[in-house]
């Protein structure tokens, strides 16, 4: 039987492992870290912020100016990190890149009261990539209205069918602390999960929905957003599932450093490298996806050693 979290019994997530993986990503060093690429997985290290948000930015760019009218294209987005945000629409702005035909998916939203956040909630996914982003942008080079796919509770099909008609070019992400991407947190245990979290390729059949959030994923947005106040954070999210996240050309993960551990972003890499998906540590089914590529900012890595401060 698989071991119970140390965080929240009722969960599944990455302290379920077993200890040698875990022992194993403690030890890598940023060395160790960078020889993990391998053919579909592609890890790279920047020197400075200013380096990586840039080319985090970069991939919009990129991404958008491939977009034609017979070929309309965009890229899906996460808010965390959002630092790329203005970056990106000072780069359409002075390039003059017109987004007629380009797109854009948001990752996730939070859910209250059977609904998705008001985009006019402080909290909210959405008016943080318009304030940050698409409201910056020159009004004879915005996207259009319709190209720009919020999830909404009463429009997941339309989101989730949208990956079909328009083709997202790279789907960009953070990572959380309880190993995710998006809101694709490791399920409850119960019901047929009570023993063991569901394989790789169950998990891989869900699409765009609403989940139930992990303890720990709420207790760092409320860190990271809510100024520590976690009666704030809501305890469920509309998130872009797997089917979508496959249906992408690439995934590509930033890691600045604060937004999971030091551990924490020597696992997922380490699991993708070595192509061990488990569902209790989502971001590592990634691993069965042609083309990963994982950023890390140099100061950001850190170390896996006790040190009291």
Not at 20 to 27: C, G, H, Q, V, Y
Not at 87 to 94: C, F, G, L, R, Y
Not at 105 to 131: N, Q, R, T
Not at 225 to 232: A, D, E, F, I
Request: aromatic fraction near 10%; charge should be negative; charged fraction near 25%.
């Amino acid at each position: 039987m698989r071991k119970k979290s140390k965080v929240a019994h009722g969960w599944w997530d990455y302290t379920t492992l077993d200890d040698e993986i875990l022992n194993d990503a403690a030890k890598l060093t940023e060395v160790d870290l960078a020889g993990l690429s391998r053919p579909g997985f592609k890890v790279s290290i920047y020197n400075t912020r200013e380096e990586l948000f840039a080319a985090e930015a970069m991939e919009y760019i990129t991404s958008w100016m491939r977009a034609t009218d017979s070929e309309p294209a965009g890229i899906c987005g996460p808010i965390g990190p959002t630092e790329q945000l203005p970056i990106v629409a000072q780069m359409v702005n002075d390039l003059e890149i017109s987004l007629k035909n380009a797109h854009f998916w948001g990752m996730d939203e939070w859910y209250v009261d059977g609904k998705a956040m008001s985009p006019d909630h402080p909290l909210s996914f959405a008016k943080a990539d318009m304030d940050l982003c698409f409201s910056r942008i020159d009004k004879k080079l915005q996207m259009p209205k319709e190209n720009i796919h919020f999830l909404k509770e009463d429009t997941i099909g339309e989101y989730t069918a949208s990956f079909d008609t328009f083709k997202c070019l790279v789907m960009q992400g953070g990572q959380g602390e309880v190993k995710h991407w998006a809101f694709n947190d490791p399920p409850k245990r119960e019901g047929p999960y009570k023993d063991t979290p569901p394989s790789p390729e169950e998990f891989r059949k869900l699409g765009a929905r609403v989940v139930d959030l992990h303890p720990m994923t709420i207790i760092q947005n409320a860190r990271t957003s809510g100024g520590g106040v976690v009666t704030n954070i809501p305890a469920q999210a509309l998130t872009v599932g797997p089917v979508e996240t496959w249906k992408t050309e690439k995934v590509s993960i930033w890691h600045p450093g604060w937004h999971d551990n030091p551990f924490g972003i020597r696992l997922t890499a380490l699991m993708i490298s070595k192509k061990i998906p488990d569902s209790s540590v989502p971001m590592s089914l990634l691993a069965d996806h042609p083309n990963v590529h994982f950023h890390y900012l140099r100061s950001g890595i850190g170390s896996c050693e006790a040190e009291m401060h």
